[in-house]
């Protein structure tokens, strides 16, 4: 490997200093002088009909600076009052009916937030009930209510180009793959397996929860502060509803206390800037704890999963699956066909067939959680891929090595899988546990298993982020870039990459905030994107400044520029470093005067070749692949249905690892986040109502759930064209869990769990009808 | 009807007379009074831990507790930690063990590492797990949380 001067060094963060004194940027801290705030009426009905909004009261409270309802919001000249990423069907505030509990009808802007709240109070809405969609399978049968009339694409991203206008039905999008022949493979099959998966909503719960604050400025453009995971999308978006121009609106994101999906795409700024146009004055709207659970959740999905054998190999899989995106699409639909075309897993399996389904229901609104939908497809296939073993009497982790792709294999969507890196990792994996070793014997009521699960995402294609860099005189840098600071080290992975290109110091890189009047185009800060497509893009930026630098150089010292090479700050002959100049020398050279800058500009745009919209087949489905690996050692309490881990092992091929410990660190927080999401952690809903929406009733992971022992493990597959080599790595850790943790309460009691989260309560179920079965007649 | 009364706080050292509604809670005082933006509201039930501050040396949810009840007594948030502009060792081990992602509980964490070493100089893992279960994290960096309180604990005892 070449030598690097700063990339696979573990630097510290660019924000520690600031982070760790509680000094750090983010949305709460930017007061305006005669700001408003917010509060918002929700609907107490999943589904019905607004027949009349009586609010004079409210507006004559004294602090009352506006009291808006949708049907004025949809008669705001120019303005569409839908808005989304895939669907425009989502209302700014409800227009003419209620899609959920907890979707906002009322809003308010007044001097203070009580003041807001107690306007609020003296609103009256008059609702007719209509008939709710809270079944996810009923939902998708042809007599059921419809949430929406019609569909209506939204046309914001090339990924969802295929995204198509439908109507009189609840399922919005569907995706299709079909492979082989799986008829034929299983009616010549040994066995067949047939297994329902279910995993429940869930809320990102990032500790920040959503924040906007927007004012006109001198200008009169539309200034936004908004804690966001897409800077562009949300000027885009808010140009198209309220028909201004792109560059009279400015977004700005400082950082963000968590993310994690579900900051992305517009949230609050729709609402915020129409009470901005309104009022004149800056307005901020902060979402309490309890609306934050109102605003996105992750997908509930159930899976059908059907898989046949023959001769101790998997011959063919079908798979449908029901993702319930709640009452407003959201990004469902790129959940569904991402995830969707991965529901098979990292496998040679000749014949595949799948059916991913987006449903509407008159639930919250799903979309993208750490992991876009692959952690509940992993769910089930992998779950699915242990009982297969057991069954069959195969050793899981060899079972899964037989089937595991090789490179340049094809994927289920006939794309060759390049720098896949699934075998190193489910060995790895395997080790780390001692697999091998033999179990340990029962100890009273304790029983000790193992399990293995592995899986695979794939990056979203296209997508594209640009960059900008700027040089300046001395030698330091600003690198101006649309990738959010969320916590997951982006600003340190730019600052690494940029300073190995430039031949500077890392402490030498500054990298600005996304600006949308300053900082380029970018996709999305999400689905394991930002190393990859941002970190190229700001080392190409940087490389054509290293190229204007090296032209000057080699002019003056009577060179080849490619004999040039730029370290310590220094461009110079390589091998003879005194034969050379500094940067400030390089630019006296070009410029004859200093203060001046260097600017480069790169966007990287990787291409996919649309999967095929009747059998899910591409060429090139994905620009590259994150495996990932999962091994635990449970301890089942058999009188309490208690699970305990002992031991975790979290395995990510992350292509070269820009800075190997926050690679560890993302692997390792992702999967003991999912470890919550695996054993406890659900939103429960009674008729539409969700009855655990506050951080007293809904549980998450905390210090005391860290397993006994635990480690995560980077395995490295360079990509060709990553940069320096690198893919992703914020999501892959949270892939595997769930179907790890099952696997290994199967090996330690021998039940088999199908519903997530795996609470005690299911584990002594299963046990009871366990013994129930094996000694039927018996009656306890 | 609303009561506004005037109470005496002691933030971070200095004593500051502010004049509240009896609703006002700690939290809504600290930030829109006196700008103290480590202090962060997150649940705004007292379960999560982000808007720890210590009342007499003790953490407590200042989204949970009303201003009124903190007059007269010892309030110190992050901004009051530091003596003079070094990090507080407690804050050099957040930094060395990367005990931080996107920071937003960091303050809450910092302060109740601090509580903790004051009230249990040698803390056993259980202990630390325990004192600090009522902080969340949704990085879920527990671990490098875990890593600094140990590293934080031997440094205290040097400085």
Not at chain 1, 370 to 399: C, K, L, N, T
Not at chain 1, 549 to 567: C, H, I, R, S, Y
Not at chain 1, 625 to 652: M, N
């Amino acid at each position: 490997m070449a030598d690097f001067a700063v990339i696979g060094q573990s630097v510290y963060r660019k924000d520690a200093n600031s982070k760790v004194t509680g000094q750090v940027l983010y949305v709460g801290n930017i007061e305006m002088p005669g700001m408003l705030h917010v509060a918002v009426l929700r609907s107490p009905y999943a589904h019905a009909r607004i027949r009349r909004i009586e609010k004079s009261k409210a507006e004559a409270l004294n602090g009352v600076a506006v009291v808006l309802t949708g049907a004025e919001v949809a008669q705001m000249p120019g303005v569409d009052p839908y808005f989304g990423p895939a669907f425009r069907d989502q209302p700014i505030l409800a227009v003419d009916k209620v899609c959920f509990v907890g979707d906002p009808v009322v809003a308010v802007a007044a001097k203070d937030r009580r003041t807001a709240e107690d306007a609020l109070q003296l609103v009256e809405v008059d609702y007719e009930p209509l008939p709710a969609v809270l079944d996810l399978l009923e939902a998708v049968k042809p007599k059921s209510p419809l949430v929406h009339e019609q569909h209506r694409p939204a046309k914001a991203f090339a990924d969802l180009a295929h995204v198509k206008a439908g109507q009189k039905s609840n399922i919005c999008y569907q995706f299709k793959l079909r492979r082989g022949d799986v008829d034929k493979a299983f009616a010549a099959a040994d066995r067949v397996f047939e297994d329902t998966f279910s995993s429940p909503p869930a809320q990102h719960l990032p500790m920040e929860p959503h924040v906007t604050l927007v004012y006109l400025d001198e200008n009169q453009r539309i200034n936004v502060w908004t804690a966001s995971q897409t800077p562009s999308y949300v000027r885009t978006e808010l140009s198209n509803t309220f028909g201004i121009p792109m560059n009279r609106i400015r977004v700005r994101i400082p950082y963000l206390g968590g993310g994690y999906g579900a900051k992305l795409y517009a949230k609050l700024e729709p609402l915020v800037t129409a009470l901005a146009l309104i009022t004149k004055k800056p307005v901020r709207y902060a979402l309490t704890r309890e609306e934050e659970f109102l605003t996105i959740t992750k997908h509930k999905v159930i899976t059908k999963i059907k898989t046949a054998v023959k001769n101790g190999v998997i011959t063919a899989r079908k798979c449908e699956v029901f993702w319930d995106t709640g009452a407003y699409a959201e990004i469902g639909p790129r959940v569904v066909h991402k995830s969707g075309y991965t529901s098979a897993g990292p496998y040679r399996i000749p014949n595949v067939w799948i059916d991913s389904y987006c449903v509407y229901t008159n639930h919250v609104p799903a979309g993208a959680f750490r992991g876009f939908g692959v952690p509940q497809v992993i769910w089930a296939y992998d779950s699915q891929m242990d009982i297969v073993a057991r069954a069959i009497g195969a050793d899981p982790v060899e079972f899964r090595l037989r089937h595991a792709l090789n490179e340049g294999e094809a994927f289920a969507t006939g794309t060759p899988v390049k720098s896949f890196g699934i075998k190193e990792a489910i060995r790895q994996a395997s080790e780390a546990i001692e697999w091998s070793k033999p179990r340990i014997a029962p100890a009273g009521s304790k029983r000790r298993g193992k399990g293995i699960a592995a899986g695979v995402k794939a990056v979203l294609t296209p997508s594209i982020s640009g960059a900008i860099v700027m040089m300046n005189a001395d030698g330091t840098v600003n690198v101006l870039s649309s990738t959010v600071e969320m916590g997951q080290g982006s600003e340190t992975m730019m600052g690494q990459i940029v300073a190995e290109e430039l031949g500077v110091s890392f402490d030498q890189v500054h990298v600005v905030q996304p600006d949308t009047d300053i900082t380029p185009y970018d996709t999305i800060t999400a689905g394991s994107r930002s190393t990859y497509h941002m970190g190229n893009a700001v080392r190409t930026a940087a490389g054509k400044i290293k190229a204007e630098l090296f032209q000057v150089v080699a002019k003056k010292l009577e060179v080849n520029p490619d004999d040039l090479v730029a370290q310590r700050g220094r461009i110079f002959v390589r091998g003879t470093e005194e034969r050379g100049m500094t940067i400030s020398e390089a630019f006296l050279a070009k410029f004859g005067s200093l203060g001046t800058t260097l600017t480069g500009e790169a966007i990287c745009q990787p291409e996919a070749i649309p999967t095929d919209p009747e059998t899910g087949q591409s060429e090139k489905c994905t620009e590259y692949w994150f495996p990932s690996a999962t091994t635990a050692e449970v301890e089942v309490d058999t009188d309490t249905g208690q699970v305990k881990i002992l031991q975790f092992y979290s395995v990510g091929d992350t292509g070269t690892a820009i800075n190997p410990k926050h690679c560890e660190q993302q692997l390792l927080g992702s999967a003991i986040t999912h470890l919550g999401l695996t054993l406890f952690e659900e939103m429960i809903f009674d008729e539409g109502q969700l009855v655990n929406g506050s951080l007293l009733d809904y549980q998450v992971a905390s210090i005391k759930d860290l397993p006994d022992s635990f480690r995560s493990i980077v395995v490295e597959v360079p990509h060709e064209t990553g940069p320096f080599g690198a893919k992703g790595v914020g999501e892959t850790g949270a892939l595997t869990v769930s179907a790890a943790i099952a696997n290994a309460i199967q090996d330690a009691i021998g039940v088999r769990i199908h519903e997530l989260p795996i609470t005690p309560e299911k584990v002594l179920r299963a046990l009871t009808q366990k013994k129930e079965k094996s000694s039927p007649g018996k009656v306890q | 009807m609303k009561m506004t009364r005037e109470i005496t706080l002691q933030v971070n050292g200095r004593e500051e007379k502010v004049a509240v509604e009896d609703a006002d809670t700690l939290l809504e005082v600290l930030r829109d009074r006196f700008k103290l933006w480590s202090v962060r509201e997150g649940c705004g039930v007292g379960a999560c831990g982000t808007c720890t501050v210590l009342l007499d040396g003790r953490p407590v949810s200042s989204c949970f507790l009303l201003a009124v009840r903190a007059a007269g007594r010892e309030i110190l948030t992050l901004e009051g930690l530091r003596d003079g502009k070094d990090l507080h060792p407690i804050q050099e081990a957040f930094v060395t063990q990367r005990a931080l992602q996107c920071a937003y509980c960091t303050p809450g964490f910092v302060l109740s590492v601090k509580a903790l070493l004051d009230e249990i100089p040698d803390p056993s893992d259980d202990e630390i797990r325990e004192y600090l279960s009522g902080n969340l994290c949704r990085c879920a960096g527990y671990a490098d949380i875990l890593r600094a309180v140990r590293v934080a604990q031997v440094s205290s005892k040097l400085a």
